[in-house]
């Protein structure tokens, strides 16, 4: 199994707050990675999953159960199914932090976002932190299995048992599984239902415009439904984070700015299930091949990124557009263009629009090479050396 860089924050973590929330979508690893730290700790684990009716039964009196385990740090899975739990776990570390016992009471694993949990969890202000777990991401690939498994990572993604299948085609088994289970189980628990095959229909339609800003109207229309029905589906697919809304910057300008959110699957194994691109010789031949690599790049950068920072797109009436903006607190705005070429050309809208931000810092992204002089200070780097650059930047 490949080393999850999130294991040294989440023992930290626990070490710091009462409760830690570990964040992700479903088979990322989340179970894995807290059990496997539980067997590091000097101190007892208790482990409940919530999709297994024994468990949830020993939470029929929740208080009296987890009372009786209050030695040990109790990891509770898919805590979303129960968020009437959040007000007696408040209780409980309050008690305990009374006793002096401040730190490492409950480590909570949620496949849904910070921010549908923390619908649930304002009891828990202050005694809680969140830390999310990406799939694979592109460092951690190189560094444990080499460069060489760019391509692998690329066209499987990198959900675990996905990027790790012995084989092309039990990973694309594996990711058709998947997402019927979303489609059929997970999507409904969190809003009304929508038939899973219009669903399907909606998700395979964001993959076909991977990189495009939202247009609920063309696929309401195509749908056959309102508007508002499919912002609240790209948000629940959002919250369950099997897409990125990346938010159009917002700054001062004297253009008239696109507004809307650019949507991208966030994991490239499952853009590519939905599209039907089976291996990489159909992707690279396919009209998404540079919609996908973008996804892929964005999702590379942000995984890394720290909360501090903010990231959005830029993109005007008049089609000048930076594909990535990232912003340090009160920094200047790092512009970064992502093309999968070697032998990149500046386009007249990316120095527009870096002029509108005053950015400094300017990058081309390739797949690898570099970094060498474009002109007008532009940088066209490698990805993998254009992370190591930015992460060298950040805390």
């Not at 040990?72 to 408040?90: H, N, S, T």
């Not at 921010?115 to 999310?132: C, K, P, W």
């Not at 339609?205 to 508007?227: E, F, H, I, K």
């Amino acid at each position: 199994m490949i080393p999850r860089r999130l294991d040294a924050r989440l023992r930290s973590a626990l070490g710091a707050f009462p409760v830690v929330a570990l964040l992700g979508p479903r088979q990322v690893g989340k179970t894995t990675l807290a059990l496997s730290l539980s067997e590091q700790l000097d101190r007892p684990c208790l482990y409940l999953d919530l999709e297994r009716d024994s468990d949830l039964s020993k939470l029929e009196h929740a208080e009296l159960y987890l009372s009786r385990h209050k030695d040990k740090l109790a990891i509770i899975d898919e805590v979303q199914r129960r968020p009437e739990l959040f007000p007696l776990l408040r209780s409980l570390v309050d008690e305990r932090i009374r006793s002096g016992e401040r730190a490492g009471h409950f480590l909570v694993l949620g496949s849904a976002s910070r921010e549908l949990l923390r619908q649930s969890s304002e009891s828990l202000a202050g005694r809680i932190t969140y830390l999310e777990l990406s799939p694979l991401s592109l460092d951690e690939i190189v560094a444990h299995e080499g460069a060489s498994k760019l391509d692998r990572l690329w066209l499987r993604g990198g959900l675990p048992p996905s990027f790790l299948a012995e084989t092309e085609e039990l990973s694309w088994q594996w990711r058709t599984s998947f997402l019927s289970t979303y489609l059929e189980r997970d999507i409904p628990q969190l809003g009304p239902r929508l038939p899973a095959e219009r669903t399907r229909r909606l998700w395979t339609m964001l993959a076909y415009g991977q990189g495009d800003p939202l247009n609920a109207a063309r696929l309401a229309s195509s749908l056959a439904v309102s508007g508002t029905t499919v912002r609240h589906y790209v948000d629940v697919l959002t919250d369950l984070y099997m897409v990125r809304q990346l938010p159009a910057w917002s700054g001062n300008s004297t253009k008239r700015l696109v507004k809307s959110p650019k949507l991208y699957v966030r994991d490239s194994g499952l853009l590519h299930r939905l599209a039907n691109i089976p291996d990489l010789e159909t992707l690279l031949g396919h009209p998404l091949c540079g919609g996908s690599w973008e996804g892929l790049a964005v999702e590379s950068i942000l995984a890394r990124m720290p909360d501090t920072w903010s990231a959005s797109y830029y993109r005007t009436g008049a089609q000048a557009e930076i594909d990535l903006v990232l912003e340090p607190p009160g920094g200047q705005s790092i512009a970064i263009e992502i093309k999968r070429t070697l032998s990149p050309k500046v386009s007249r809208g990316f120095l527009s629009g870096c002029e509108d931000l005053g950015a400094k810092e300017r990058y081309y992204a390739i797949p690898e090479g570099g970094p060498f002089p474009l002109g007008h200070d532009i940088e066209a780097c490698g990805l993998v050396a254009l992370l190591d650059q930015l992460v060298r930047r950040w805390p």
